[in-house]
């Protein structure tokens, strides 16, 4: 039992580091530390029809962290998660322009199909970039996150865009309202289905098969499994496009459902907390439902604090950076460090 | 063509200054992916300085303690807790974004754009075209010029380098590398003041939420780019930056016909075909996955 209690423990103590440096930071500013805590629970928590929110904002952030887990799982370090997401918008805002008036059984199973196509496509070549020529796929994938923002411009500014648009944000025409997958409040059967699903078949992926067996295995001793005999170039290349699929699937379930058309530049941190998650979840797909959840009530509330308090979104951003500055610290550096005091 | 020229040195200046950092850091074993969170901060704190404190002087120095700051967190953060460099560099790298945003707020009220009275010093009409160029473009070459010295041609430049290549051989040496990474990555904190300075300061004299759009991790490319040398990254991200104005030159020309979305992700593409031709050339490591930090 300790052996399974002492991770989760590791977790909690580096997260209330975190929480104690973002305290620091908001009494820097001149914020109430306990105040803006507060507030933030709150708005995460005990707003009216939090649980709704809580759903509209964890559910695709949920879908992306499982591809999260799966490549990072592997050992490559797939953190163009944000890029695939925005790809798998755009396909998906693509296919839905061109099937208009097509029936909606037909269209939305497209759409989706053509998200994840999209992102995994957006993943595949940093994936070859790195198992062909051996260029680093962190630098490679980040770039694409640039890159691939660029192009959401691009599309939502010329070739998607709504002639009838106004105001400063470019966006497309919006999907056919019956082919949305929820109204704009973002919280419907069918995106809970899809990510339960997602979860489900991630779990079964990454602890049934030889796959995920093998990758889980790549991670950790790359040269061991390479000397078994496995493939590892083409682990790598499916973990890269299975975690840019669901990425790409999370920005059309993100299209089709609460948002209903693509805006430039929408969801600028979805990547980078997804990534949050995968890490706080100890790389456990079913762990990552839980804590995407969590961080889907804190990006709420994000949205909910300069409004209802008067207190600003980027509040929530220094909490998501402090946790990811300490997550995967070791703990064990604290027991060498009570050895070497006791001595 | 001097236009040309004026525009490659405004937009390549910041980018060397924080490349130097980041060599600096990669000599001594650190992935450096938290330039970007610094380099705003040193531009935030610039500004700042010059509007409430009505000085450059107080701005540069501010921005260069408060890097520092950063550079300390991120090394007890990754050399004492042992963290994931790359994880906890984004972490920095959103501290400062946030951090700054925070600020600003807590400050004028509102997330927008600060404006100063006045920038960086300029080297005046002297110089003709290049009048309207900040001190920090002249001092570029010698700052360069310094970090070479300092990295390829001293003892302490020697056994920065082995800490990063061979950390047990450096101990073996009695060189502490946990020591030195903590003064390789203080003396990042001032250049990336600096740049972020000559971002904010250099010509435009104006501070807005993430405005560094990414250049800091463009450094950290320049630096893999340039192999870690302080010149080869140097030249490196001069490429960036001159792809990056020959896009602005074809978005003035062609702006009808290119859209210019696509011509702003040039040096990021640029940036990626730099990466595979200097993996291609070095012979990259293809088979093995990173060591990562599973819990």
Redesign the interface.
Do not use: C
């Given at each position: 039992m300790t052996g399974r209690l002492y991770?989760v423990i590791?977790?909690g103590a580096f997260i209330l580091l975190a929480l104690i440096?973002c305290s620091l930071?908001?009494a820097a500013?001149?914020?109430s530390a306990t105040e803006t805590l507060r507030a933030i629970l709150d708005g995460a928590f005990f707003r009216p029809n939090a649980l709704s929110y809580i759903l509209r904002w964890g559910l695709p952030l949920l879908i992306t962290a499982v591809g999260v887990v799966i490549s990072?799982?592997?050992?490559?370090?797939n953190?163009g998660a944000q890029g695939q997401f925005y790809l798998g918008a755009i396909c998906a805002a693509f296919a839905a322009e061109w099937l208009r008036g097509s029936p909606a059984f037909v269209a939305v199973p497209a759409c989706l199909l053509a998200g994840m196509a999209g992102g995994a496509l957006w993943a595949l070549w940093p994936a070859l970039?790195?198992?062909?020529?051996?260029?680093?796929e962190?630098?490679?994938t980040?770039?694409?996150n640039?890159?691939a923002a660029?192009?959401l411009?691009?599309v939502t500014?010329?070739p998607l865009k709504d002639p009838s648009g106004s105001g400063q944000q470019a966006s497309s025409r919006p999907i056919e309202a019956a082919w949305r997958i929820s109204d704009s409040s973002g919280s419907s059967l069918i995106i809970i289905a899809i990510a339960a699903l997602v979860v489900l078949l991630g779990w079964w992926l990454v602890n049934r098969t030889s796959f995920g067996i093998l990758s889980g295995l790549?991670?950790?001793n790359?040269?061991m499994v390479?000397w078994q005999g496995a493939k590892?170039?083409r682990i790598?290349i499916s973990a890269f496009v299975l975690s840019g699929a669901l990425a790409g699937l999370a920005g059309s379930v993100e299209l089709m459902g609460p948002n209903g058309r693509l805006a430039s530049g929408f969801l600028p941190d979805h990547g980078?907390t997804a990534?949050l998650i995968a890490?706080v979840a100890?790389?456990s797909v079913i762990a990552a439902a839980f804590i995407a959840l969590f961080f889907g009530a804190l990006t709420s509330s994000g949205l909910w604090l300069p409004v209802m308090t008067g207190l600003?979104s980027?509040?929530i951003?220094?909490i998501?950076?402090?946790?990811?500055?300490?997550?995967?610290?070791?703990a064990?550096?604290f027991r060498g460090l009570l050895i070497r005091l006791r001595r | 063509m001097e236009d040309l020229i004026v525009a490659f040195l405004r937009s390549g200046t910041p980018l060397v200054y924080v490349t130097l950092a980041g060599v600096i850091a990669q000599r001594a074993g650190i992935?450096h992916?938290g330039l970007e969170g610094m380099m705003i901060t040193g531009a935030c704190a610039t500004i700042l300085g010059i509007v409430l404190a009505q000085s450059v002087l107080v701005g540069l120095v501010a921005g260069a303690l408060f890097c520092c700051l950063l550079a300390l967190?991120f090394w007890f953060?990754v050399e004492?807790?042992?963290?994931?460099q790359?994880?906890?560099g984004?972490?920095?790298?959103?501290?400062g974004?946030?951090?700054t945003?925070?600020?600003l707020?807590?400050?004028f009220g509102s997330?927008g754009a600060v404006s100063a009275p006045f920038g960086l010093p300029r080297l005046g009409a002297a110089f003709g075209a290049f009048g309207g160029l900040s001190i920090l473009v002249a001092a570029m070459p010698v700052v360069v010029f310094a970090c070479w010295l300092l990295l390829c041609r001293t003892r302490f430049g020697l056994r920065l380098a082995a800490c990063g290549e061979h950390p047990f051989a450096a101990r073996a040496t009695g060189v502490n590398p946990v020591t030195v990474r903590l003064v390789a990555l203080l003396l990042g904190g001032p250049l990336c003041a600096l740049g972020g300075a000559e971002l904010a300061a250099g010509s435009l004299q104006i501070f807005s939420v993430n405005m560094t759009a990414?250049r800091g991790?463009m450094s950290?490319?320049a630096v893999?780019f340039g192999a870690g040398h302080p010149l080869g990254a140097t030249l490196a991200s001069f490429f960036f930056a001159l792809v990056g104005a020959l896009g602005i030159r074809a978005q003035l020309t062609y702006g009808d016909r290119i859209?210019s979305?696509?011509l702003?992700?040039l040096p990021?593409?640029a940036?990626?075909i730099g990466?595979?031709i200097?993996?291609?050339m070095r012979?990259?490591?293809?088979?093995?996955?990173?060591?990562?930090?599973?819990?």
């Open positions: 991770p590791q977790t440096l930071i908001f500013v001149g914020l990072f799982r592997a050992g490559y370090f953190i970039l790195r198992v062909k020529a051996g260029a680093d962190v630098i490679t980040m770039m694409g640039f890159i660029q192009i411009v691009h500014s010329g790549a991670g950790r790359p040269v390479t590892v170039q790598a980078f990534i890490l100890g790389m600003p980027s509040a951003d220094i998501n950076a402090s946790i990811a500055l300490f997550i995967t610290a070791k064990g550096v | 992935w992916l967190l953060v004492v807790l042992k963290a994931n790359i994880i906890a984004l972490g920095l790298t959103g501290l974004l946030g951090g945003a925070l600020t707020t807590a400050i997330e990414g991790f950290f490319a893999i859209p979305s696509l702003l992700a990021y593409v940036t990626v990466l595979w200097s993996a291609r012979g990259g490591n293809t088979a093995f996955s990173r060591e990562l930090g599973q819990q």
